[in-house]
């Protein structure tokens, strides 16, 4: 059984950083798209970044040059590591495998992120 984890969120000042990680287990990411998606409350889940097992990466425009998707193939881990962050980036942060916008696996307790001065 596939389970996925988040860790890494926090309360940050906006311009502030955080990095987020995405541990699998029952899963070997090497051989798996991966998604990072957000949910503010009130709001539908949307998608931030995204990489594909070769490594090729997209991002949502809101992140673009803000956000950087990462895999370690060691650790079994997706990163996102976050810069210059927004109040408008406070969100739950969730990772789940498959097509971008079509994930394929039971969604994990998520990292809360709140920026805010």
């Known amino acids: 059984q596939v389970q996925l984890v988040e860790s890494g969120g926090g309360l940050v000042q906006p311009g502030g950083s955080l990095r987020l990680s995405c541990v699998g287990s029952g899963i070997m990411f090497r051989f798996y798209e991966v998604t990072w998606y957000r949910q503010a409350p009130g709001l539908q889940r949307e998608l931030v970044a995204h990489i594909t097992s070769s490594g090729v990466t997209n991002y949502a425009d809101f992140v673009k040059g803000r956000f950087t998707i990462s895999r370690d193939n060691a650790k079994n881990t997706i990163l996102l590591q976050m810069n210059n962050l927004k109040p408008e980036d406070t969100a739950v942060y969730y990772c789940?495998?498959?097509?971008?916008?079509?994930?394929?696996?039971?969604w994990g307790p998520g990292t809360q992120v709140t920026v805010t001065s």
């Open positions: 789940n495998y498959g097509p971008s916008g079509s994930p394929a696996g039971s």
